[in-house]
């Protein structure tokens, strides 16, 4: 199965800075087809980015993503104070569409 | 307005079978997407369990294959999830989930139910 290693496991910064989340896939993603999603303390996922790089609907523009193949980023440009989650990216091109451990996003 | 919502037992004993339905409303399960489950143990990561797609197409996780089941229900626009002789390594939040493009795309969620494995 293809390994989804995100990095770092926490990050610990302040409202208003930028945040840069990693996500490294084992095997090349197949179409591209990789999801950033945010979760909040008992909540559901909610789908940020599809595609490696489309902000879904409704998305504020301070997200962004990139990446293809292998290697794959998440940015937020400024946090606010409702960005602090926990972050998980997940490829959804080949089964068993694993996701990564998660990255911790902090106030710090 | 779309919405997913999860309903079943939240409680199940070992050795027997989980059994979660999802209800969806404001969109007909008939007409597109996939419909998938994932789950998540407490404090831990998440995990695709399966999905079936408005046609009736199943597909599902290699490693929970042998123990699993989803089905539709058209005429109720449901679809349900049946996993059999469980364990406690089961326990988690499960969630009932809309795609696109992959039995694995998640574009919407519904809130989620935990189900514990105990006797």
């Known amino acids: 199965e293809n390994v989804l290693t995100q990095s770092p496991g926490t990050l610990s910064l302040s409202p208003g800075e930028r945040a840069t989340l990693s996500c490294r896939a084992s095997e090349s993603v197949a179409f591209n087809y990789l999801a950033w999603f945010q979760q909040k303390p008992g909540q559901a996922p909610r789908l940020l980015i599809y595609?490696?790089?489309t902000r879904d609907t409704g998305i504020p523009d301070r997200f962004s993503a990139s990446g293809s193949g292998t290697d794959f980023t998440l940015t937020i440009s400024r946090l606010e104070p409702e960005d602090f989650a926990v972050y998980y990216c997940q490829q959804y091109g080949t089964s068993s569409y694993t996701f990564g451990q998660g990255t911790k996003l902090e106030i710090k | 307005q779309v919405q997913l919502q999860e309903s079943g037992p939240g409680l199940v004993t070992p050795s027997e079978t989980l059994s979660l339905t999802c209800t969806v409303s404001g969109y007909s399960i008939s007409s597109a997407y996939f419909w998938g489950w994932f789950r998540q143990p407490p404090g831990k990561g998440l995990e695709w369990i399966g999905s079936i797609y408005h046609s009736g197409s199943t597909y599902y996780n290699p490693s929970l294959k042998s123990r699993v089941t989803i089905s539709m229900d058209t005429s109720k626009n449901q679809f349900s999830l049946n996993l059999n002789s469980v364990t406690a390594a089961d326990t988690a939040f499960y969630f009932c989930t809309r795609g696109i493009s992959s039995p694995g795309a998640a574009g919407l969620w519904g809130q989620g139910t935990l189900v514990t494995v105990s006797s």
């Open positions: 595609g490696a790089s």
